[in-house]
């Protein structure tokens, strides 16, 4: 079993639609959860973090952590065309080593 | 606040030879990462450094993979000798360290291995 695993997609949703992406992790000692964008080319780019079971918002996006069933969501509400890119799952393992495992990915389409 | 810096962006090399990677971290940012990230693939974690010692190491390849960082802030990646299969984006990574250890990448350098 992967430590990270990610649908790989590609997801399509259409343009002012909710986006959802879901990500599930195999240790259940994991203590600190991120999503992050990446862009075609790009490195990839910090769009949230989160560490307590329940939701956190910040703009069009929401996280989701239930760590009883090892789940982590992001979900990205009103999709824009500029939210096209691959979205990559990482969990903080290890909290006393500060290691962290990527998924790999989900590519995100949105459709005007 | 200054991002973290790579260099080369790019670079090209024939099979067997050498080639290496720079990374300036964030200031302040103690852990530092290098990744190797293949096409379609989520980053890889190579090394892990906290100041200047090594905390996971595990997926270094050894035999040609090194990588120091000296005085606990600038590290490099070395390559010797390179493979075909080494051709990815390397990239470098920094963080505060915990307690939610958030990451900041620098923009990668894309190796091409002929």
């Given at each position: 079993?992967?430590?990270?695993?990610?649908?790989?997609?590609?997801?399509s949703?259409?343009?002012?639609?909710?986006a959802?992406?879901?990500c599930?992790?195999s240790?259940r000692?994991?203590q600190?959860f991120?999503?992050?964008?990446q862009?075609?080319?790009?490195?990839p780019?910090?769009i949230?973090?989160?560490?307590?079971n329940?939701?956190?918002e910040?703009g069009?996006f929401?996280?989701?952590?239930n760590?009883?069933?090892?789940y982590?969501s992001?979900?990205?509400?009103?999709?824009?065309p500029?939210?096209?890119?691959?979205y990559?799952?990482?969990?903080?393992?290890?909290?006393?080593?500060?290691k962290i495992?990527?998924?790999?990915?989900?590519?995100?389409?949105?459709r005007? | 606040e200054?991002?973290?810096a790579?260099?080369?962006?790019?670079?090209?090399?024939?099979?067997?030879?050498?080639?290496a990677f720079w990374c300036?971290?964030?200031s302040?940012h103690?852990?530092?990462?290098?990744?190797?990230q293949?096409?379609?693939?989520?980053?890889?974690?190579?090394?892990?450094?906290?100041?200047?010692?090594?905390?996971?190491?595990?997926q270094l390849?050894k035999d040609?993979?090194?990588a120091?960082?000296?005085?606990?802030?600038?590290?490099?990646l070395k390559?010797?000798?390179a493979?075909?299969?080494?051709?990815?984006?390397?990239l470098c990574a920094?963080?505060?360290?915990?307690p939610?250890?958030?990451q900041?990448?620098?923009p990668?350098t894309?190796l091409?291995v002929?």
């Amino acid at each position: 079993q992967k430590e990270v695993e990610q649908n790989s997609g590609p997801l399509s949703v259409p343009e002012g639609a909710i986006a959802s992406l879901n990500c599930t992790y195999s240790d259940r000692g994991s203590q600190s959860f991120f999503w992050y964008r990446q862009y075609s080319g790009k490195s990839p780019e910090l769009i949230m973090f989160i560490y307590s079971n329940g939701d956190k918002e910040d703009g069009r996006f929401t996280a989701q952590l239930n760590k009883a069933s090892q789940y982590v969501s992001l979900l990205i509400r009103d999709s824009q065309p500029s939210d096209s890119a691959t979205y990559l799952c990482a969990v903080n393992l290890d909290s006393s080593a500060s290691k962290i495992i990527f998924g790999s990915g989900t590519r995100l389409s949105i459709r005007p | 606040e200054a991002g973290v810096a790579q260099s080369p962006r790019y670079k090209i090399i024939e099979k067997r030879q050498s080639v290496a990677f720079w990374c300036n971290p964030i200031s302040g940012h103690a852990t530092l990462y290098w990744y190797q990230q293949i096409l379609g693939q989520g980053p890889k974690l190579l090394i892990q450094f906290q100041n200047n010692g090594v905390v996971d190491d595990s997926q270094l390849p050894k035999d040609r993979f090194s990588a120091e960082r000296l005085k606990g802030v600038d590290s490099t990646l070395k390559i010797q000798p390179a493979k075909l299969e080494d051709s990815a984006v390397y990239l470098c990574a920094s963080s505060l360290g915990q307690p939610y250890n958030e990451q900041f990448f620098g923009p990668g350098t894309r190796l091409t291995v002929l």
